[in-house]
């Protein structure tokens, strides 16, 4: 039963347009992140967030920015698309803040983003 | 900085047969510890975890013992369905870094044959 919801789950797009990948949770996590899986399966954290008004950029340099209005809404957006792009986008969230370090991690199904 | 090192794959293994999944790890003070399972065109979910030295998680069927002497933290399975088959991730969560950031493995594909 999935309590993090990304949309779409598949999408394919030409080079320089703008896109928005969706992420939303409901089950009142304060922490928020994005990973971006390559077909090696690796994990690249590219942003997370440990509140509204909160973001920061991860471990991997990404063009993507994100935004955090709401608790439970973490978008991802891309202003100008490349194939360079192409991977799978995963969303996360996790406890609250303050809470131990020992809150796993919920995973979204994942949106796979192909750049043509 | 904290780091996690699993096997590499593809694990092959027949039905019914023993799995063992290799993790280490290099962390500050005493991670949290995890085991994440991902099956084709999903995300990852938690399959098990272990907070201190000595817990042993276990969720259907597969386990892992925290081991600070040795920092590893093995997956083991003893008798694998196909259905099993997936990739199985590894990661830490350091008491260093409060707001809770994750070190993941770079995965390890277990393929199960009839």
């Known amino acids: 039963e999935a309590d993090i919801y990304q949309t779409p789950r598949y999408l394919v797009i030409g080079t320089g347009k703008k896109i928005t990948l969706e992420c939303s949770q409901t089950?009142?996590?304060?922490?928020m992140y994005w990973y971006q899986q390559d077909p090696g399966m690796e994990l690249h954290l590219i942003h997370y967030?440990?509140?509204?008004?909160?973001?920061e950029k991860g471990d991997l340099s990404s063009e993507s920015t994100v935004s955090r209005i709401r608790t439970e809404h973490f978008p991802l957006t891309l202003e100008s698309a490349r194939p360079s792009h192409t991977s799978q986008y995963l969303c996360?969230?996790?406890?609250?803040?303050?809470?131990?370090?020992?809150?796993?991690?919920?995973f979204g199904n994942g949106t796979r983003l192909t750049v043509t | 900085g904290n780091s996690v090192t699993q096997m590499e794959g593809p694990v092959t293994l027949s039905e019914e047969a023993f799995l063992t999944i290799n993790c280490t790890y290099t962390?500050?003070?005493?991670?949290?510890l995890f085991w994440y399972v991902q099956y084709p065109g999903e995300g990852l979910q938690l399959l098990l975890k272990?907070?201190?030295?000595?817990d042993k998680g276990s969720n259907k069927g597969f386990e892992a013992t925290y081991r600070k002497e040795t920092t590893s933290f093995h997956l083991e399975k003893g008798s694998v369905q196909v259905s099993d088959s997936a990739v199985y991730f590894c990661?830490?969560?350091?008491?260093?870094?409060?707001?809770?950031?994750?070190?993941f493995g770079a995965g390890t594909q277990v393929v199960v044959t009839p």
């Open positions: 967030s440990y509140g509204v008004n909160s973001t």
């Open positions: 272990a907070t201190k030295a000595d």
């Open positions: 996360a969230s996790s406890g609250k803040w303050g809470n131990s370090y020992n809150s796993p991690l919920h």
């Open positions: 990661a830490l969560s350091s008491p260093a870094d409060s707001w809770g950031k994750f070190q």
């Open positions: 962390a500050t003070g005493y991670p949290s």
């Open positions: 089950m009142g996590h304060d922490k």
